[in-house]
């Protein structure tokens, strides 16, 4: 089981964004994804848990879907900010309950 | 406010072994599966291991299986993973990551260390 992610994608501060995953097989619906930021130099953080389900302290132009038709899943960021350019994984797992990440994707803001 | 601190890391042959440390605070350890992850230089993320919250079940990779043994000490509030046989492509950033789930496992990380490096080289 594999999840694929663009390598990198741009846009302007204050426009909205749209991250993709996408499951190799199966229904990506069928186990929660989650998505994780990392910024430069530091650890992941998680920023969308069970699909669409935003820790606390995460703000509401940040939100997670799902659309089993294309077997895929979302990041959607809304209002972009700088502070937003970082890196974001997708993460699920399998039937035999192995943690898959994707290769993640480079968010730049300019 | 859940605290992970690992360490351990450094600089090792290829073919040596070494230990790391992932010393938990603020939150009951002991409830808590807990995790490895790791992240080559410039890489992304590799999920490596999983222990549950008494330690009866673990899961590993198969990039590691048989290599690498994850334990805990729930008396210590640690985390261990014990690398054997290592390789050059096990370079990387060492994060240890509380899965969220209480006694029981989400297979997701809700805190993570600030990692420790890794460094396999003659």
């Known amino acids: 089981f594999v999840l694929t992610q663009p390598h990198s994608v741009s846009e302007s501060p204050g426009k909205t964004v749209t991250l993709s995953c996408t499951g190799s097989?199966?229904?990506?619906?069928?186990?929660?994804v989650q998505w994780y930021q990392q910024r430069p130099g530091s650890a992941p953080t998680l920023i969308i848990f069970?699909?669409?389900?935003?820790p606390s302290g995460v703000p509401d132009r940040i939100s997670g879907s799902i659309d089993s038709s294309s077997n895929s899943a979302s990041l959607i960021i809304s209002g972009l900010r700088t502070e937003d350019e970082a890196d974001y994984y997708c993460?699920?797992?399998?039937?035999?309950?192995?943690?898959?990440f994707g290769g993640g994707t480079k968010l730049t803001v300019l | 406010q859940v605290h992970l601190m690992e360490s351990g890391g450094g600089v090792v042959q290829p073919g040596r072994s070494l230990r790391l440390s992932c010393a938990a605070s603020?939150?009951?350890?002991?409830?808590?599966?807990m995790h490895w992850v790791r992240q080559p230089p410039g890489r992304g993320l590799e999920w490596l291991a999983l222990?549950?919250?008494?330690?009866?079940?673990?899961s590993y990779a198969d990039s590691v299986m048989g290599r690498f043994i994850i334990s805990r000490d729930n008396f210590k509030n640690t985390l261990y993973l014990q690398m054997n046989s290592l390789e050059t492509d096990d370079t990387a950033t060492y994060y240890c990551?509380?899965?969220?789930?209480?006694?029981?496992?989400?297979?997701?990380?809700?805190?993570w260390g600030q990692g420790t490096l890794v460094t396999v080289s003659s």
């Open positions: 603020g939150f009951s350890f002991d409830s808590h599966g």
């Open positions: 222990i549950s919250y008494e330690g009866s079940k673990t």
């Open positions: 993460q699920s797992y399998d039937a035999a309950k192995q943690v898959v």
């Open positions: 097989s199966g229904n990506i619906a069928s186990n929660y």
């Open positions: 990551a509380r899965d969220p789930s209480w006694s029981t496992l989400a297979y997701y990380f809700d805190s």
């Open positions: 069970e699909d669409n389900q935003r």
